[in-house]
């Protein structure tokens, strides 16, 4: 059974950087789509971020440029570089995972399959 285990989260001032990470255990991360969400108190959940088996990355307009996703195969881990923080980025990040496609679309409607149970961010002014 494929796990995910976030870490990274953490308070920060605004802009300041953080880099969250993902591991995955129980199988491959090179098998699965991958991405990020957060939920912030009181407001949808919404993806931040997703990369394809092929490398591909996808980010809405609210972090383009300021969010960098990745992921290392060889170490079954996938990251999020965060940038320029603001306090509006403030919330719980989730770390997801399908081994079939679930990016594109609307980012406030994204249903991955497999979750972590979350890192809390927390951007101060």
């Known amino acids: 059974q494929v796990q995910l285990v976030e870490s990274g989260g953490g308070s920060v001032q605004a802009g300041g950087s953080l880099r969250l990470s993902c591991r995955v255990s129980?199988?491959?991360?090179?098998?699965?789509?991958m991405g990020w969400l957060r939920q912030a108190p009181g407001k949808e959940r919404e993806g931040i971020a997703t990369?394809?088996?092929?490398?591909?990355?996808s980010y809405p307009a609210s972090v383009g440029g300021r969010f960098t996703i990745s992921k290392d195969n060889a170490k079954n881990t996938l990251y999020l570089q965060m940038e320029s923080l603001k306090p509006e980025d403030t919330g719980m990040y989730y770390c997801?995972?399908?081994?079939?496609?679930w990016g594109g679309g609307s980012w406030l409607s994204l249903q991955p399959e497999i979750w972590g149970q979350g890192t809390q961010v927390t951007v101060s002014s």
């Open positions: 997801a995972a399908d081994a079939s496609p």
């Open positions: 990369i394809d088996n092929d490398g591909t990355t």
């Open positions: 129980g199988d491959s991360s090179s098998r699965y789509f």
